[in-house]
């Protein structure tokens, strides 16, 4: 039993990751946001589950806190992964002076966007 809690804990974080990668590719989302993201999108999925599970009358799926805290451990996880992906793809185009065409456009694009977002404002002075 202890091998299928753990895989139990594992496939709700590995479930979520990729949506925390992905969701600068969708909207733009400040990094003090992103907490909030997760946690809404951990209990959307338990909520979704009790609504599912009482509409069909089906007692497969247990909503558990749990899960909704895993889950939204993914979404944070995929977030830094994908921060990690920015710099790295950032400090790689600028090192090896890579032109951006087609689908590499927009990955740059929505790298450099995320990153210009983390830079403190500094008034014009002149």
């Known amino acids: 039993m202890p091998g299928l809690c753990v895989r139990s804990i594992l496939d709700n974080i590995i479930l979520t990751i990729p949506f925390g990668f992905g969701v600068n590719f969708l909207v733009r989302v400040k990094p003090k946001n992103v907490f909030w993201l997760s946690t809404a999108v951990g209990l959307g999925f338990e909520l979704s589950q009790l609504i599912l599970s009482t509409v069909f009358r089906s007692g497969f799926r247990a909503?558990?806190?749990n899960d909704a805290i895993l889950n939204a451990t993914g979404v944070l996880l995929g977030y830094a992964f994908f921060r990690a992906f920015a710099w790295s793809y950032l400090k790689a185009t600028e090192h090896f002076s890579i032109k951006h065409k087609w689908l590499f456009a927009e990955i740059y694009d929505v790298?450099?966007?995320?990153?210009?977002?983390?830079?403190?404002?500094t008034p014009n002075i002149g």
Do not use: G, M, N, Y
Not at 111 to 121: E, M, S, W
């Open 63 to 65: 909503v558990d806190i």
């Open 111 to 121: 790298v450099f966007q995320t990153q210009a977002t983390d830079k403190p404002k």
